[in-house]
């Protein structure tokens, strides 16, 4: 029965959901969604349609095969010759079919990190979790292996297997060529600023939503077909080296292009100005500008009915030979804005956000009730839906939903059309600040998050900029989910202060968007008590020209960084070997290197300034969410 039902809990109700009704990726609604028991209601609850089932007893024969493979030693279960070649060990060559594809990973590049690592040896595999059927003839289904390393560290892993006829099950991936998917996320972002006269300055946070992954390090030839050219077998990962310059020379074949943009649709409800669940005409992502040769794209901005309407007309051409998409001020969709990247730095588009209020500082250890998070509804950017959702549309959030990948090259072709399904529901946001109250995350220790957050004790390591590397340790306590990677920010950000959204003199230049892009919510900022609005009319910082006081204009000379390290779960700490990108910047950064230009008709001392610096550790939890528990702090030029 486990198999088969879904159950979804919320404040309003229970809803149960038959997993086996077939719902395949290109299908347009969800066939799966059942029976919602409100509460306090007495109402009768409607059987779930679609009785089918099918046998599912063999996959715990699956889970028994691959723990089998893991009895094998970390130097036998795979044996690599070059980076495109290795041989698996016979008890691990059984386990996926010879076609097996998923997200353009073969089977031994998606399964090197753990068929190569040592703390994988005897690691042990509980039955697989039947999330979704997804095709009955053939029978597949999409399941998540639960497992343990040698050092009790916990992992899911997705996968969609496939019954073969004898009745046994073989993993078969989704068959994507695209490193191109959808997953719920979860942030608990604590925020150490204070500023006392700025009413917008402390963003401390949780919220979920869906976080977008689209690896744009991928060619789209012009015979159709798609090139996802990082497999290394020789690494640990299974993946070629993450450095920037190994990806900044990737060069597409000739005649093939770049991933430059992706357009994201999903399900939503619009009202007048507002909206919930996905915005009508859809998202637009590009790489982010601190990270323009990394694995990820980033939201930029919500689609105007113009550039819905241009895409609308477009045919996808795989081989690249249709026309540009343009529409009126935009003659390449994916440098809509000037630029081929975003400012933003995040993926994730948020569906549901709390503030936090008063709670501990974790670098004096006392409650603190200047760290309170100021009102989400500041919250306005492209990132984020701009009203909660309805009973009704939070239903088809949790019940798989349906999400539309519409891929661009560089020179804004439609070459791909993808749709793809979150399999899951996305929690609540309140279940980050659960998960992080109950120590279920990774947390660093005090220690760690003085060394480089606290800008009050005036050490070396905020005074100057850390790159390569760094030390840190984390704990993780017993049950919780470790951490997998620590991921670090860092941005110096310059603005003129000014009345922002009280500005109602008709200079648009000091006149926010929000009164004619959403008038209700421009009122509400605007009666917001504060003195003044740190950010209004600003940017990221820039560097000075070579022996001049003038600033650079690129998107490469910005003071925006963000990078990270890939870590076990069993592991508490990384140190010099553990090397990284960029750099954290530091206070004299802000104050020397930053060129911070005084506004037309004003003195320098109206620009103010900030440097902000953001260490997170980054788990999984048993159901796919992404969890992200961040620190943050700022310190301000004047």
């Not at 239903?395 to 999400?403: E, G, M, Q, R, T």
């Not at 979150?422 to 309140?430: C, D, Q, R, T, V």
């Not at 990221?540 to 390290?565: E, H, M, P, R, W």
Request: net charge neutral; proline share 5%.
């Amino acid at each position: 029965m486990l198999d088969h039902i879904s159950l979804t809990v919320r404040p309003e109700g229970v809803t149960l959901a038959n997993k086996m009704a077939v719902t395949s990726e290109s299908q347009v609604s969800t066939a799966a969604t059942g029976s919602t028991i409100n509460k306090n209601s007495n109402a009768a609850v409607t059987p779930i349609s679609n009785a089918s089932v099918t046998q599912t007893a063999g996959l715990d024969e699956l889970a028994a095969k691959v723990q089998d493979c893991f009895t094998v030693s970390s130097a036998q279960r795979l044996v690599v010759s070059d980076a495109q070649n290795g041989t698996l060990h016979s008890k691990c060559a059984d386990l996926a079919l010879p076609n097996y594809l998923h997200n353009g990973t073969t089977f031994k590049m998606r399964w090197a990190a753990a068929l190569k690592s040592s703390t994988m040896d005897g690691s042990t595999y509980l039955p697989p979790v039947v999330r979704l059927r997804i095709s009955e003839s053939p029978e597949r289904l999409a399941i998540n292996f639960n497992f343990q390393d040698n050092q009790g560290a916990g992992y899911t892993r997705p996968e969609i297997v496939e019954k073969q006829p004898d009745g046994t099950w073989k993993l078969y991936g989704n068959q994507r060529k695209f490193n191109a998917y959808s997953e719920s996320s979860l942030i608990y972002y604590d925020d150490l600023a204070v500023s006392t006269t700025y009413n917008n300055v402390n963003s401390s946070h949780v919220e979920s939503g869906l976080r977008f992954l689209i690896d744009p390090r991928t060619f789209l030839n012009t015979d159709g077909s798609v090139t996802y050219p990082v497999m290394d077998l020789t690494q640990a990962g299974g993946y070629a080296t993450g450095s920037a310059s190994y990806y900044a020379n990737l060069t597409p074949p000739t005649d093939s292009k770049k991933i430059g943009c992706v357009v994201i649709t999903g399900p939503g409800e619009v009202d007048g100005f507002k909206w919930a669940g996905f915005p009508t005409n859809g998202i637009l992502l590009k790489p982010p500008t601190a990270s323009d040769v990394q694995d990820y794209m980033a939201i930029d901005r919500v689609l105007t009915d113009a550039a819905r309407a241009a895409i609308a007309a477009a045919t996808p051409s795989p081989s690249g030979t249709s026309s540009p998409v343009a529409f009126p001020g935009v003659g390449n969709i994916c440098r809509w804005g000037g630029s081929p990247t975003t400012n933003s730095s995040s993926p994730n588009y948020v569906t549901d956000i709390e503030a936090l209020g008063q709670r501990k500082n974790v670098l004096t250890g006392a409650m603190d009730s200047a760290i309170a998070g100021r009102d989400v509804a500041w919250n306005t950017g492209a990132r984020y839906a701009r009203k909660a959702a309805s009973n009704d549309l939070k239903k088809v959030l949790d019940s798989n939903p349906l999400i539309q990948m519409e891929i661009f090259d560089t020179d804004g072709r439609l070459r791909h059309v993808i749709k793809t399904r979150y399999l899951g529901e996305i929690p609540p946001a309140k279940m980050a600040e659960i998960y992080v109250n109950s120590d279920k995350v990774s947390k660093f220790n005090t220690a760690s998050l003085a060394k480089y957050l606290d800008f009050a004790s005036g050490g070396a390591d905020t005074q100057n900029d850390v790159s390569g590397s760094m030390t840190a340790q984390w704990t993780t306590a017993p049950g919780a989910f470790g951490a997998d990677r620590i991921n670090l920010y860092s941005e110096i950000y310059r603005s003129q202060p000014g009345a922002g959204i009280r500005n109602t003199s008709g200079n648009a230049a000091l006149t926010s968007s929000l009164w004619t892009s959403d008038p209700d919510l421009a009122t509400y900022l605007s009666g917001l008590p504060g003195t003044n609005f740190f950010w209004w009319n600003g940017n990221f910082a820039n560097q000075y020209a070579s022996g001049t006081t003038a600033c650079k204009t690129t998107a490469s000379t910005l003071f925006i960084n963000t990078t990270g390290v890939n870590v076990g779960r069993s592991t508490t700490s990384i140190n010099s070997s553990n090397t990284f990108d960029g750099s954290l910047w530091g206070v004299n950064s802000l104050t020397n290197n930053a060129c911070i230009p005084a506004p037309a008709s004003n003195t320098p001392s109206d620009y103010n300034a900030y440097v902000l610096r953001e260490m997170s550790t980054r788990t999984y939890t048993d159901t796919n969410t992404r969890l992200y528990y961040i620190v943050s702090n700022r310190k301000f030029l004047r």
